[in-house]
Structure formats: structure tokens, C-alpha cells
Nanobody
Framework: QVQLVESGGGLVQSGGSLRLSCTASGIIFSIYGMSWYRQAPGKQRELVAT???????NYAASVKGRFTISRDNAKNTGYLQMNSLKPEDTAIYYC???????????WGQGTQVTVSS
């Protein structure tokens, strides 16, 4: 079975930091790209950041310069370091692991991030 488990969410004050983790099992994690998505109440799901299997990264404009996506293949884990958090970052954050050509992808259960004013 394939499983992605997110952790690290919580409540933080504006300007604070959180580090999300996504640990995968049941896949060869090193050959998958990994993305973080988020969905806030009343809004569409948003792609936050992506790291490819070759460790190339991309970020949504709204988080560029504040968030950093990374991976540790030896631990089958991806990370999202979130700094300078804003209330607008409040959302459920989801990890997604994917193969090229969308031949496969898997989702985590989500972790809540709440940023207070």
C-alpha cells in the first residue's frame, strides 16, 4: 500500500515559522516528484511548491521567498519550511508525490496550518 503522511501543522502567530513533513511508504520515493498544495476555506486548491526527482524547485508567487521545499530521499521524506507566515497562509496543506507524465500520483491526508493575526 502507498501512504503519504503529513505532519508539522499547527497554530502559529503571524511572522512565525512551521516545518511540514511528508513521509512516504510503498513507493520508490527518490524517483517521484513531490508537491505541496493547500486549500483554504472558500478557495480553490493551490499549488504551493514542487520539487522534482532531480531536485528542481518551483514556488507559487504568493510564497516565493518565504517557503522552501526540500527532500531527503534516504528518509523517504519531503519538507516544506514555511517562514514569515501570514494569516493568508491558513489552509490545509497536502503532500502529493507524482511520476512524470502523470503516470501515478498519491496524496497525503493533509495537515492544518493556522496563522493568527
Amino acid at each position: 500500500q502507498v501512504q503519504l503522511v503529513e505532519s508539522g501543522g499547527g497554530l502559529v502567530q503571524s511572522g512565525g515559522s512551521l516545518r511540514l513533513s511528508c513521509t512516504a511508504s510503498g513507493i520508490i520515493f527518490s524517483i517521484y516528484g513531490m508537491s505541496w498544495y493547500r486549500q483554504a476555506p472558500g478557495k480553490q486548491r493551490e499549488l504551493v511548491a514542487t520539487i522534482t526527482s532531480a531536485s528542481s524547485t518551483n514556488y507559487a508567487a504568493s510564497v516565493k521567498g518565504r517557503f522552501t521545499i526540500s527532500r531527503d530521499n534516504a528518509k523517504n521524506t519531503g519538507y516544506l519550511q514555511m517562514n514569515s507566515l501570514k494569516p493568508e497562509d491558513t489552509a490545509i496543506y497536502y503532500c502529493n508525490a507524482y511520476l512524470p507524465r502523470d503516470s501515478a500520483n498519491y496524496w497525503g491526508q493533509g495537515t492544518q496550518v493556522t496563522v493568527s493575526s
